[in-house]
């Protein structure tokens, strides 16, 4: 009688382990970061000067540089 006693005690201890394990490896997953989003298509560098002004500026330049 004693040795029924102890095997449902030992039983019931290793449902309540095992209870907390499953609910502990839920609960890391919903704390898990979430991953970082996509890249726009096309949004690479954003330069703060117009192109055409690096152009400009560059056949000036050139111009410049030949003319002396």
Do not use: N, R, W, Y
């Amino acid at each position: 009688m004693a040795a029924q006693v102890i095997v449902s005690k030992t039983f019931l201890l290793v449902l309540v382990i095992a209870a907390f394990a499953v609910a502990s490896a839920q609960d890391s997953e919903s704390l898990a970061p979430a991953p970082a989003p996509g890249m726009d298509a096309g949004a690479g560098f954003s330069s703060p000067v117009s192109g055409a002004i690096v152009g400009f500026s560059l056949v000036v330049s050139l111009f410049g540089f030949l003319k002396h």
